[in-house]
């Protein structure tokens, strides 16, 4: 079960969300005094220490609700790819001048290293939960979590309430809107109808019928003169009595198209404050915020200088380092018999680990 105090300030553990108080987690172990508990070059700890240590800060971020065991057999590697330089004989000088090409010797030391260390992660950014956060989706992988679970999430056009599903290449996930946060109807100031009572009526009106019905028969007995108009002083004083009919609004708007009106106005997008440090896609995803759906394009790769899995720690850096070499020591050997063949999303066949 996942720890109800995440975002413990004294811990500072970063976490997969868009809270102002996880964002200061993240500046604190990146350039804040926090730095200290990740850099392990002078450090008083043993090495076992410096592991274990490695490994707590980047479970806390990368899938801190996986449960250790689970992260174990079915997210982690055999082995990370190797990166050493290509030996084949096509690379050799007489081989380039046969086929008129312009020999370029290698350098070495121009040539950054690929962090490799961070491709151990691969498997976690392809669950279903992770991605829709890496899509800007949801505030947090939480959140993704939720909306899966609660049916709001269609991945290939079908439903799917697993968030342990696992993202091929060409999969597309889509969101429905109205279950997205940052995203609220637009509610002009619509004014309601008044509630007023017909039966409420002015008192004058029913004394003005008795004066008539009583003044008809001295009408009768004098001569008719000729009305005149009334004079500005006259005007002012007298007034006619409205009634609430009168008062009340000519159109009554029912609730119901109400909000379908305002539905079909559109959205607005209200983003959370200190969220900007958060809003970037990775290279292996391709959004469309205009129908709330990406597409998972291909798994995520690592290149000299630049590794395509975010993370606020260095993508060969030595917390990665050290949390690999705590796996490699420790994770299990082999899965159980009853789960040999059962993949994370609960499916039975070959599973094959990331080489």
């Known amino acids: 079960m996942r720890d109800a105090n995440v975002f413990n300030l004294a811990r500072s553990l970063p976490r997969m969300s868009w809270k ?196 008809t028969p001295e009408a009768e007995e004098k001569p008719v003169t000729t009305p005149q108009p009334p004079t500005s002083s006259s005007s002012s004083s007298t007034t006619k009595p409205k009634s609430a009919l009168e008062d009340a609004p000519k159109t009554f708007i029912d609730p119901e198209t109400k909000a379908t009106v305002l539905n079909q106005r559109g959205t607005s997008f209200s983003l959370p404050a200190y969220a900007s440090p958060h809003l970037f896609i990775p290279a292996y995803i391709e959004p469309a915020f205009n129908t709330c759906s990406a597409v998972y394009v291909r798994h995520p790769t690592a290149r000299p200088g630049y590794s395509e899995i975010p993370s606020p720690f260095g993508a060969d850096g030595e917390v990665m380092r050290f949390a690999w070499e705590w796996y490699k020591r420790h994770r299990p050997r082999m899965r159980s018999k009853k789960e040999t063949w059962i993949n994370p999303s609960g499916e039975r066949g070959n599973w094959k680990m990331v080489q």
């Open 20 to 215: 102002a108080v996880n964002l200061w987690a993240i500046w604190n172990r990146s350039i804040g005094p926090g730095t200290a508990g990740v850099k392990f070059t002078k450090s008083s700890k043993t090495l076992f220490q410096q592991r274990w240590a490695a490994k707590r800060f980047v479970r806390a971020y990368h899938g801190d609700w996986i449960a250790e065991k689970r992260f174990q057999r079915w997210f982690l590697p055999a082995g990370l790819p190797s990166t050493r330089p290509s030996t084949s004989s096509t690379a050799t000088k007489e081989v380039q001048d046969y086929a008129g090409r312009k020999w370029q010797p290698p350098q070495r030391a121009a040539t950054q290293p690929t962090p490799v260390t961070s491709l151990m992660l691969v498997e976690v950014e392809r669950r279903l939960d992770v991605f829709i956060f890496r899509c800007c989706f949801a505030t947090s992988a939480w959140q993704a979590r939720q909306l899966i679970v609660h049916g709001k999430v269609k991945l290939n056009g079908k439903k799917q309430t697993n968030p342990n599903v696992l993202l091929n290449p060409g999969d597309m996930v889509s969101v429905d809107p109205s279950a997205i946060d940052m995203l609220k109807v637009v509610q002009p100031p619509v004014e309601d109808t008044p509630k007023q009572k017909v039966d409420e009526a002015p008192k004058s009106a029913p004394e003005s019928e008795g004066e008539v019905e009583a003044a």
